[in-house]
Structure formats: C-alpha cells, structure tokens
C-alpha cells in the first residue's frame, strides 16, 4: 500500500489486469477443467498482485480459493450425477469447512476492518457456489464484488477498484435481467 510510482505498485496493476483476463476468460469456456485452470491462474496472478501490495488478506484469499476451486473440483469429479447439481451434506461440511479455513486466514491477515472486506467477499462467493442456486449464486456475486471494490480502495489497488468495479456493474445487470425474467414467467403462470 503506498507508493504509486514505484515498481512493485506498477507489477501490483499490471498483475490484477492479467488475473481479471484469466477471470474473464473463464466467461467464454465451456469445459469445466479449463475454466478451473483459468481460475487458478487468476487467482495466482491476483494473490501475487495483492501480494506486491503488501494486502495481506488478499493474498491469503486467493491462496484459500486456489485450495478450495482444485479440492472442489476433484470431489466433484468422483461424485454421482444426481450429486452435482443438488446440495447434500458433503457440499454444507465443505462450505463450513472453507468458511473457517478462511475466517482463520484473515483473522492471521487482517490489519483493521476494511481488510475484513477481502475475507466477506470471498465468503459471499463461497456460499453461492456452495448452495447451488443461481439467484443465490447470482446475490452473493454482487455482494462478493462490493466487498472486493471496498477491498481493493483500501489496499489502494487502483486496477482493481476499476476492474471489480466493471464486474459488479455487469452482475447488477445479470442480477436484475435473471430476477425481471424470473417474475415475467411467474406472471404468465398466475
């Protein structure tokens, strides 16, 4: 946190700009492996970013979901069809489980309140990807990139702020468009 010009605040933008391109491009692929390969190439890049920042908290989050997206995927992998796309025990033991490895990795991390927003948008996403429901999934993005937008003007993370800033935008927009569609088939089925 600091210095503008200097040459780790300068690796620190340059890369948050290549994690967000990894992170968009996941938007674009449709086979699971390859879109968690992009997400932990985003998360590499970003933890090392946060990590040129001195952000703590940040590094510590993208270390946790790096853990979190391979071991999920890999229980994923192995489960029944029928498994997949409904929540069972397993899928709330680890939403619980990566809840408190996180709680732990900011509580060791933390430098005051605001650096608890890294932490509060990471579980956000964690519960949606967790509870398996796309208008759940759908809020807890929105919250998850507020509290990463707060995040980032507290670490001074000017890329960032821009580019979360960008995503929030779009998934208010996605939000609205799922939930407007949502009460225009309801409407024609009362």
């Known amino acids: 946190m600091g210095d503008w010009q200097s040459t780790e605040y300068i690796i620190s933008q340059i890369l948050t700009i290549i994690a967000h391109g990894f992170f968009f491009a996941t938007y674009f692929i449709t086979k ?3 879109i968690l390969i992009m997400a932990i190439c985003a998360n590499i890049a970003q933890g090392a970013g946060f990590g040129f920042l001195a952000a703590w908290v940040g590094l510590a989050m993208c270390a946790v979901a790096i853990i979190r997206d391979g071991i999920n995927t890999q229980i994923n992998k192995r489960r029944p069809e029928t498994d997949r796309n409904r929540i069972t ?6 939403m619980f489980f990566w809840l408190a ?4 990795a900011t509580y060791f991390t933390a430098t005051g309140f605001l650096s608890w927003f890294g932490f509060f948008g990471t579980a956000a996403f964690t519960i949606g990807i967790c509870l398996k429901n796309v208008l759940v999934y759908r809020i807890c993005g929105v919250i998850n990139f507020t509290c990463w937008v707060v995040y ?4 001074e993370n000017l890329m960032g702020v821009i580019l979360k800033g960008t995503v929030l935008m779009a998934s208010l927009i996605g939000l609205g468009l799922y939930v407007n569609k949502h009460l225009r088939t309801r409407a024609k089925v009362l």
């Open 32 to 34: 699971r492996e390859k």
């Open 89 to 94: 025990r397993l899928d709330l033991i680890l």
């Open 101 to 104: 490895t996180l709680t732990v």
């Open 152 to 155: 980032n003007i507290y670490v």
